[in-house]
C-alpha cells in the first residue's frame, strides 16, 4: 500500500511559476516510478512527466522546457517544478506510482497503482 499527498498547486498569473510536490509513504519509496498527470475539465486525465530511479525523466511534449520533475528520495518526495505557466496548464494535478519497476516510464494511467488526491492549479491571463 502506498499513500501519496500532493500539494503546491494555487492560483498564478500566466508567466508565473509553482512547485508541486508529492509526499509518498507506506513503501520503499526508491522502488518504484512515479508520474504527474493532470486533468482539466471536461477532459481525460493526461500525462505530464514521469520519473524513473532519479534520473530517468520523460516529457508530454506539450510540457517539454516548462516543466521538471525531480525526486528526493530521502524524503521520499517527487516534485514537479512549473515554469512560464499558461492558461492552458489550468487542471488538478495527479501524482501516481507504478509499482511494478517498469523499465520504461509509463505514460498511461491505467499503468499507475496509486494516486493521490490531486492539487488545484489555475492560471489566469
Known amino acids: 500500500q502506498v499513500q501519496l499527498v500532493e500539494s503546491g498547486g494555487g492560483s498564478v498569473q500566466a508567466g508565473g511559476s509553482l512547485r508541486l510536490s508529492c509526499a509518498a509513504s507506506?513503501?520503499?519509496?526508491?522502488?518504484?516510478?512515479m508520474g504527474w498527470f493532470r486533468q482539466a475539465p471536461g477532459k481525460e486525465r493526461e500525462f505530464v512527466a514521469g520519473?524513473?530511479?532519479?534520473?530517468?525523466?520523460k516529457y508530454a511534449d506539450s510540457v517539454m522546457g516548462r516543466f521538471t520533475i525531480s525526486r528526493d528520495s530521502a524524503k521520499n518526495t517527487v516534485y514537479l517544478q512549473i515554469y512560464n505557466l499558461k492558461p492552458e496548464d489550468t487542471a488538478v494535478y495527479y501524482c501516481?506510482?507504478?509499482?511494478?519497476?517498469?523499465?520504461?516510464?509509463?505514460?498511461?494511467?491505467?499503468?499507475?497503482?496509486?494516486w493521490g488526491q490531486g492539487t488545484q492549479v489555475t492560471v489566469s491571463s
Open positions: 501516481a506510482a507504478d509499482l511494478k519497476a517498469s523499465w520504461d516510464v509509463r505514460v498511461l494511467p491505467s499503468e499507475y497503482d496509486y
Open positions: 520519473i524513473r530511479g532519479s534520473d530517468i525523466t
Open positions: 507506506g513503501r520503499p519509496f526508491s522502488g518504484y516510478n
